[in-house]
């Protein structure tokens, strides 16, 4: 694993808007993995129960799997103000997020044969971070998880804006995504990028979001799938 120093020294180190900048260049591929069919059915109320349910299981696996990259941050960053944003975002992933969960399966329990399938069928998103992990450390961790937050800030914002009727449990999850805490959130993630050194480029940022967002699709296509039997 190759760590990236953590805290920037000197006037060149870190660079304001870095994460605007990276945000504005990939734009149409957010735009691209908002519109994919899952979330476009969430988003437009037509996703069907078994698909919300096969959604809601690999999707708490993969907030478990943030709740531990958002604690590989927090022990990584040696900074306590920055550590403090890791701490929040485990709290929120630990907090809100599973109860969600939880309560939710209980209502839509899925078997363990479907489940296995489902989450190796899903595993590419843990993966395509995981890689990120071993290329670039806590840089590769940060944007990728900003990657991901950004992309549901994006979908949720525009699916909350849209008066259509939806599901009482879909409209939770996307309610959840537009809060106040949850925007602070991705900003914090956002400066997190902005701090990163200097010698993390730009094209290391875009490679890393890039490949989160193209993961994000496969994750999402993954619940629309029936488990063959």
Do not use: K, N
């Amino acid at each position: 694993m190759a760590d990236q120093p953590l805290t920037p020294a000197g006037p060149s180190a870190g660079r304001a808007g870095r994460a605007a900048a990276l945000v504005a260049r990939c734009s149409g591929e957010l735009d691209a993995s908002a519109a994919v069919p899952l979330l476009a059915r969430m988003a437009d109320g037509t996703v069907d129960d078994d698909e919300f349910g096969r959604y809601l299981a690999i999707e708490q696996a993969f907030v478990r799997t943030a709740a531990r990259l958002a604690g590989y941050c927090l022990w990584q960053q040696p900074e306590w103000s920055r550590a403090e944003r890791h701490a929040a975002a485990v709290a929120d992933l630990v907090g809100p997020q599973s109860r969600y969960f939880e309560r939710l399966l209980a209502t839509r329990p899925v078997d363990e044969a479907t489940r296995g399938d489902l989450l190796r069928r899903a595993s590419v998103l843990e993966a395509t971070v995981t890689a990120a992990l071993d290329e670039g450390g806590y840089a590769g961790v940060v944007t990728s998880l900003a990657a991901a937050e950004t992309l549901y800030l994006r979908w949720c914002t525009q699916a909350a804006a849209r008066p259509v009727a939806r599901p009482a449990d879909v409209q939770e999850w996307i309610d959840l995504h537009v809060t106040g805490s949850f925007r602070e959130q991705v900003g914090s993630l956002h400066q997190l990028v902005d701090e990163l050194p200097a010698d993390v480029t730009d094209a290391q940022l875009d490679r890393w979001f890039v490949a989160l967002l193209r993961a994000e699709d496969a994750f999402h296509a993954s619940a629309l799938d029936e488990v063959a039997a």
